[in-house]
């Protein structure tokens, strides 16, 4: 889901953009109107007043200038401005990333050998003033090294280091062998789930089914629609976190490598799960490997070849799994309990593994959406909807009345021009011939009269045209800053309110291709293209009607060439319009490419791919560009096209005058030249921009598809002090995520009475995080949910949201401070702020309550200090309803031991339900719910449960080592 920081910052971009530019325009409109019209009128003040000669030549030339000048300063040259300073800024940006430290692209050997080697030095990494390792030092050089320690101890800072992510600030580093790595937060990229394996290494059948056996994936292929050929969409959103785990360790072990770094890739599975990889993958077909993992279960400390202990950014100990190694770990990582692993023999081993794939579940065949192209031409709904958002009705007309209200008075004033010279050229020859006679006198008289009287109305109809002119093009760009705005916000509504299943099935290259550049049109480029076109009738509506005023045989050239004009522009507009469509669909595969590369930065320089990720992006670009240059070509075709029939129209023009009309007066040939050099240009300009219109029209049209989006009901009740119980009763609740006959959850009935704890247990993807999403209302379901006996589908979405806390699986810290992460809404003290940061162990973690804080996905936090920080935002809201959704996968057994007694102390007045894959995170909860592909296989008291031995819970509990723990 989008964050509120990011739809705030989009929003004032959004306007900030809109507003300058509305303003810049205004701007460039006054300074054109002051050179062409204004500097116009005051050259022909200056000669009346000089008593400079006006004749029909100056005339023309002043007016042909002068509107050249106005064109050129008023467009051309803010145009320009912004190019350079567009220019400009890129610049920077392209010289400051070309100048950025670049890693050593030879950090280590990608040849085979058969001596792999992993040795620091006293290694220190340093960030700024902050070192987060300090003098480490260890060699390797065979065998299964396990990497443990408390959060935040370095453990992933120490792998990003031997992958050299993190430069050496002192000491050095050596590594001979070929490095294949799996991230804690397991990375996909948009594709199939065999091209996320494969990553660029050649298909070996052999080794690839091995590989896919060995990572417990050979069930899911199976249950799959299209198997390993199945869309991942982005991050594997339409996959379970067991899966994606598998599929990301899938990557790293399928490469053939001498080294293997595991950062911790195994927390998000159960323990069967668990167990099996590492026996089969690990073990056994990494046997002759350097294998180095980052873990917090027993088990896998006892068979590790050697165990590194970190603390706080050093190695605490390093050794052997021996008993002083044990000891250590008992201190620091792991508790007593924990060591205690029931022996299983040989044959009941195997039996679960043969079991293993059998119980290996899915959760979903969701399809990838792909983006569609629309085709024909733009539904007349599209442009009623703008002008609805823009204003509606009401500020259309006015704008229209504004427009033929300004054209009136320019054409007017231009016809009082035209008199004016025919007067002025009549007052001229009376002065050449007059002479004492009273008549002749008297016609002088009159005509100058006549002549001041013209020049007067004149000038009242140029200031009356130059401000109508300006309120007009202030009314249209007011208009559509209106309708980009009002676009934007019904676009964030609904994106915020939007059904999760919008975000199940929409890539975000989609999504952000829509907020950037086909914002980006609609903000820079359609008010103008509107107010060039919404223009350019009027002007070439008034000249036309000024040139046939003058001869009624130019009607039909007009007639003529506008027919050519229009016949011109409804052969382009299909091809210029589908190239729109496309240019704007070939840029989101682009875009959502950089952004999954981006995410997955460190696995991608591990695997040394970066030139097959480069080639990729610019396969999407070329296409992206190639779709733009057409479409960039065919508009200056086009235009070119319609020069040559404009300039024929005014070459018509001036032969009619120099070989036929010989009784056309100065002024009217003044009047129709000025006219028709307008007219030419602005008739192909505004044919041209009409078309544009259409192109940019499809940016309002996929905006506008947003818009519609299917929101969630929010409506509801909102009841004083509830929940004050917080029991919870689902009866006959079933869930499917897209409206198939696909259930995640079905026929679902247990009661949870006030102040329990329940664990929520199951193999991977047996629906437990589905049933979060129903409490919370994420998806509609069938039958009923109740907290308190409230019907919560009667609550309004908000309140029901407010009131329920939750610790998500995957930890969520905003881009901001840890006071606006703890506490968005300012609702608490300082001093409850650092209360709740001590009771989670973060005190000393952090220097400030105004401490910057990364975003979810680059932050200065591991995963399990960010996992402490969302524990903190729970407590302190002191809700009756906690949900902790895989809280401490992410944690060491000691902060997963002391985590859990804070929730006891804190929650103890509240119901808590617990998703967990570490079984002893549940063993203590009041009752246990066991489910098996969306249906409850089991729910009692955990005591009743182990008494079961043919019951699932007895057998998971049994493969985890934890049957004494209650004892």
Known sequence: MISMGFVDVLLMKEVIKLVVGYYLKIVNLIIGLLFSRLGFYLLIMACIWTGVTTDTTIIIFAVA????????????????????????????????????????????????????????????????????????????????????????????????????????????????????????????????????????????????????????????????????????????????????????????????????????????????????IFTECIQTFLKEKICILISQTASHIEKADNVIIMDKGFIKDIGKP?????????????????????????????????????????????????????????????????????????????????????????????????????????????????????????????????????????????????ILELIKHYAMLDFTRRASINIHKAMIKKIMNGVMYFFDTHLIGNVLNRFSQDMANIDETLPFVIDDCYSVFFSVAGGTLLIISINLTFSIYVVFMCSLLILLRWYYIPSGRSLRRLEASTRSPMIGHLNATLEGLTTIRSCKVEHLLIQEFDKHQDLYTSAYLTSLSTMRGIGLFMSLITSSFLVIVLAKFMLFDSDITAGDVALALTQVFGVCGQMQWGIRQWAELENIMTSVERLLEYTDIKTENKQGLQLENWPCKGSITYEKVSLSYNDSDELVLKNLNFEVKPNEKIGIV??????????????????????????????????????????????????????????????????????????????????????????????????????????????????????????????????????????????????????????????????????????????????????????????????????????????
């Open 65 to 276: 200038t002068f509107k050249d000048l106005g064109h050129w300063i008023s467009q051309s040259l803010p145009f320009t401005m912004g190019q350079l300073g567009e220019f400009v800024s890129a610049y920077q940006r392209i010289i400051k990333a070309l100048e950025a430290e670049e890693l050593d692209p030879e950090h280590h050997l990608e040849q085979p050998t058969n001596e792999p080697l992993i040795e620091l030095k006293n290694a220190s990494v340093r960030f700024k003033d902050q070192e987060i390792l300090s003098n480490i030092s260890f060699r390797i050089t065979s065998g299964l090294t396990l990497i443990t320690g408390i959060v935040g101890s370095g453990k992933t800072s120490l792998f990003k280091a031997i992958l050299q992510d993190y430069p050496l600030s002192a000491g050095s580093l050596v590594t001979d062998g070929r490095i294949a790595f799996a991230s804690q937060d397991p990375w996909l990229f948009p594709s199939s789930i065999k091209q996320n394996i494969l990553f660029g290494e050649k298909f070996d059948e052999k080794r690839y089914n091995e590989v896919i056996r060995v990572c417990a994936l050979l069930f899911d292929f199976n249950q799959l629609e299209n198997g390993d050929e199945t869309i991942v969409t982005d991050r594997g959103l339409n996959l379970s976190k067991g899966q994606q785990s598998r599929i990301n360790l899938a990557r790293a072990v399928y490469r053939d490598s001498e080294i293997y770094l595991l950062d911790d890739c195994l927390t998000a599975l159960d323990a069967a799960v668990q167990d099996y």
């Open 322 to 466: 021996d008993e002083h190694i044990y000891q250590e770990v008992k201190k620091l990582v792991l508790k007593d309990d924990d060591l205690e692993k029931e022996v299983i023999d040989d044959e009941k081993e195997v039996n679960e593994k043969t079991k293993l794939t059998e119980t290996e579940q899915f959760t979903s065949k969701k399809k990838v959406y792909s983006e569609i192209k629309k085709e024909g031409s733009i539904d007349f709904v599209v442009y009623k909807k703008y002008f609805m958002y823009g204003g509606g009705i009401v500020m259309v007309l006015l704008n229209f009345f504004l427009g033929g209200g300004t054209q009136f008075t320019s054409s007017y004033s231009d016809k009082l021009l035209s008199n004016w010279i025919d007067i002025k050229q009549n007052v001229l020859n009376i002065e050449a011939n007059v002479t004492s006679n009273n008549s002749f006198i008297n016609n002088l008289e009159t005509a100058v009269e006549e002549e001041t009287f013209i020049f007067r109305k004149y000038t009242i109809f140029l200031f009356v045209s130059v």
């Open 762 to 967: 199951g193999r991977t993807g047996a629906g437990k995080s589905s049933i979060i999403s129903t409490i919370f209302r994420l998806y509609e379901v069938q039958g009923k949910i109740l907290i308190d006996g409230i019907d919560i589908k009667t609550l309004e979405m908000q309140f029901l949201r407010k009131h329920i806390a939750i610790i998500p699986q995957d930890p969520i810290v905003f881009s901001g401070t840890i006071r606006t992460n703890l506490d968005v809404r300012n609702e608490f003290k300082d001093n409850e702020l650092w209360e709740a940061l001590e009771k989670v162990g973060m005190k000393n973690y952090i220097s400030s309550l105004d401490q910057i804080v990364g975003s979810s996905s680059n932050t200065n936090f591991s995963s399990g200090q960010k996992q402490l920080i969302c524990l903190a935002r729970a407590i302190l809201r002191k809700h009756k309803i906690v949900v902790m959704d895989e809280a401490t996968a992410n944690m060491d057994h000691e902060t997963d031991v002391i985590l859990h007694k804070i929730i006891k102390n804190n929650f103890s007045d509240a119901t808590v339900l617990t998703i967990a894959h570490r079984l002893h995170a549940v063993l203590e909860c009041d009752k246990v719910m066991v489910l098996d592909r969306g249906e409850i296989a089991e729910f009692d008291d955990p005591n009743t449960l182990l008494d079961n031995r043919d019951g699932m819970f007895y057998n998971m509990v049994r493969q985890a080592g934890l049957l004494n723990y209650l004892s």
